[in-house]
């Protein structure tokens, strides 16, 4: 049985991991964070959580819906999350463009984003197929001594940083990278600095470097506030009637009522997302002054000036590919390594699911 390490527990890596399980392949995954889920991530607070990546999900392509159908309980956790109050505004938070019609719909996963993500991975987990705090380094071009120059007989090790630990694990005969461009790119190149590659695969990972050159990803700093003094009885929220805006605002480019979501209880929390030119050009500033900043402009836009009971920043550095590669993967024979994620075709849940699919079929037909 062929020994698979999947490095990254997002949708696109937890698609190719159940897929070439399926199809017979011994596979571990290899996560740096402590659970699953990547940017579909939920965070907790005191009054509710947040979906402060993913904010919904649509279903276009009919594999992706038929995951969604068909694998147990998943149709449960996914709900339509009516969004039809999505509006444009300008900087001063008046309405520029007429609601969207309400043309497809956007999905939620509840209790939170992650909860997807948690549920496709959980057959795997239980199998102990799967180490989070687990953060791959490097890694390394094994060649047998008796055949030194067959790639055949070569596999690959892990470097992986676990807690203060870095462990070696041995043994793989091929990697899938299911992690954003910029950090595959620094892990490939790292490990090829470090001469940890065979002269013979440097080519091939040289290639896959410059693939991954074309494709360009914007940073993202969201802001998540808290108003549990707007949920007095006879008060359902403080903001403006709608639920869900795009923005002109030169800081702003989304905002969404977090508690207008199915099943994320009422106490009134809005999501916001600064656009990539802000995100970008303020990407190193301290955090407390992004927050600062985006409250102000959240307020121009919205007329809610009374201070959030809870406020906090999160800086996503690959939030939204800009231009993506234009094929659904990467792989390489000789090294038997290869790339997924929704880099590759877009920006969204869906293109992560499909990359994985696909990179998972393209190994399993070797
Ligand atoms: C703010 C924001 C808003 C978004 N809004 C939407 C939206 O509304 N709709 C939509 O469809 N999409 C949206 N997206 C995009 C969506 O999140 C992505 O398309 C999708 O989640 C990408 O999945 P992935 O598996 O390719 O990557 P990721 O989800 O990034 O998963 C990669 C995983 O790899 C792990 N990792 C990285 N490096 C290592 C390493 N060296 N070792 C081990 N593990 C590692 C990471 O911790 C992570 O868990 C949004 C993204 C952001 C950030």
Redesign the pocket.
């Known amino acids: 049985m062929k020994n698979i390490a999947i490095?990254?527990?997002?949708?696109?890596?937890?698609?190719a991991a159940r897929t070439l399980e399926k199809a017979g392949f011994a596979v571990q995954i290899?996560?740096?964070?402590r659970s699953?889920?990547?940017?579909?991530?939920t965070r907790e607070s005191s009054y509710g959580s947040f979906d402060?990546?993913?904010?919904?999900?649509?279903i276009r392509d009919p594999r992706f819906a038929q995951a969604i159908n068909e694998v147990p309980g998943t149709s449960e956790i996914c709900r339509p999350w009516s969004t039809n109050a999505v509006r444009v505004l300008d900087e001063l938070g008046r309405v520029i463009e007429a609601p969207l019609p309400a043309r497809e719909k956007h999905f939620v996963a509840v209790p939170g984003m992650s909860s997807l993500?948690q549920h496709w991975i959980k057959p795997l987990e239980d199998q102990g197929l799967v180490h989070y705090h687990?953060?791959?380094?490097q890694l390394e071009s094994v060649h047998s001594e008796a055949n030194p120059n067959s790639a055949k007989s070569m596999t690959w090790t892990l470097h992986?940083q676990k807690g203060e630990k870095i462990v070696a694990i041995p043994g793989f005969d091929s990697i899938v990278f299911?992690?954003?461009n910029p950090?595959?790119r620094a892990?490939i190149e790292h490990s090829m600095l470090q001469k940890l590659i065979h002269p013979d695969l440097v080519s091939s990972l040289q290639a896959i470097k410059h693939q991954i050159d074309l494709v360009v990803t914007a940073p993202?700093w969201?802001l998540m506030v808290g108003y549990p003094q707007a949920s007095q009885p006879g008060i359902p929220h403080i903001g403006p009637q709608w639920n869900v805006a795009k923005s002109t605002h030169h800081r702003i480019s989304?905002l969404a009522r977090e508690s207008s979501k199915p099943g994320k209880g009422h106490i009134e929390r809005w999501t916001i997302?600064a656009g990539p030119e802000w995100s970008k050009e303020h990407l190193e500033d301290d955090p407390p002054r992004v927050k600062a900043k985006l409250i102000k402009a959240f307020a121009e836009l919205t007329g809610i000036r009374v201070e959030p009971t809870h406020s906090v920043v999160h800086r996503?550095r690959?939030?939204?590919?800009l231009t993506p590669l234009g094929q659904p993967y990467l792989w390489t024979e000789d090294a038997r390594v290869g790339t997924?994620?929704?880099?590759h075709i877009?920006?969204?849940?869906?293109?992560?699911f499909i990359?994985?699919l696909s990179l998972a079929l393209r190994i399993a037909a070797v």
């Open positions: 490095i990254g527990a997002g949708m696109a890596g937890v698609s290899f996560e740096k964070s699953a889920g990547g940017r579909m991530a402060h990546g993913v904010q919904y999900f649509t993500v687990s953060q791959v380094l992986v299911a992690i954003p950090q595959c892990l993202c969201t989304w997302q996503w690959y939030a939204k590919t997924c994620g929704d880099w877009g920006h969204r849940v869906e293109d992560a990359s994985g």
